[in-house]
């Protein structure tokens, strides 16, 4: 079945540390995108990438870090520099700019 | 500034009542608005309107879009347990979408 997958689902970072969230598809799809979820704040756009090697910070890029090396993974990096970097980060893609986004489950990262 | 203002924030209803939920948006160069469902993880697709006054249906859920006064409302009738969820709403514009802050439904057995 085509569909996103995101891992780790559950992620701990200590102090200073970097961590990679990992977003894989195999929908084909050309757009990808990551989003921040915090209680009560809907999704908040970290990136997004419309094609291979490119990408564009969305409305909340600091502290965060993407590559977009294949069309078919989209990391984001959390690094050192994002303080307050608890929250549920969802994955996205889209088969063209004007259609619905496909969601992967969801990782969820914490501070140690 | 673009925006997307969803109301009520939260509901709690019981079940076999009906709800309204409400999505108004001040986006330029909108296309579409679309609604998603999140239970605990992925949110899922439930419409996507484009043309005003075109009732969209599915089961006991139906949406319209009114481009005129920049609104779009979701109606869930005979609502169940199930359908406790948030509900978000996003509109697309040129090159992104941008998203309410959702409503948490909660239904009562």
């Known amino acids: 079945d085509g569909g996103i997958t995101q891992s780790p689902k559950y992620l701990f970072r200590k102090e200073g540390q970097n961590v990679t969230l990992s977003c894989e598809q195999n929908?084909?799809?050309?757009?990808m995108y990551w989003y921040r979820q915090d209680p009560g704040q809907g999704l908040r756009l970290i990136y997004y990438?419309?094609?291979?090697?490119?990408?564009q910070k969305g409305d909340i890029a600091e502290g965060y870090s993407v590559s977009r090396e294949k069309k078919e993974s989209f990391p984001l990096t959390v690094t050192s520099a994002q303080k307050n970097p608890t929250a549920f980060y969802l994955c996205?893609?889209?088969?063209?700019?004007?259609?619905?986004?496909?969601f992967g489950d969801g990782t969820r990262l914490s501070i140690l | 500034e673009d925006k997307v203002v969803q109301s009520p924030l939260s509901l709690v209803v019981h079940e076999g009542d009906t709800v309204t939920l409400n999505c108004s948006y001040e986006?330029?160069?909108?296309?579409?608005l679309l609604w998603y469902k999140q239970e605990k993880k992925a949110p899922t697709f439930l419409f996507m309107l484009?043309?005003?006054?075109i009732e969209k249906k599915s089961g006991r859920l139906s949406s319209i879009l009114d481009k005129k006064e920049l609104f779009s409302i979701l109606n869930i009738t005979a609502t169940q347990t199930g359908d406790s969820a948030i509900y978000l709403c996003?509109?697309?514009?040129?090159?992104?979408?941008?998203f309410g802050k959702g409503t948490r439904l909660h239904i009562l057995p």
């Open positions: 990438s419309q094609i291979v090697n490119d990408f």
């Open positions: 484009t043309s005003s006054g």
């Open positions: 996205a893609s889209t088969g063209g700019v004007y259609q619905p986004q496909h």
């Open positions: 996003a509109v697309i514009r040129d090159d992104k979408i941008i």
């Open positions: 986006v330029t160069n909108f296309r579409s």
């Open positions: 929908l084909n799809h050309d757009a």
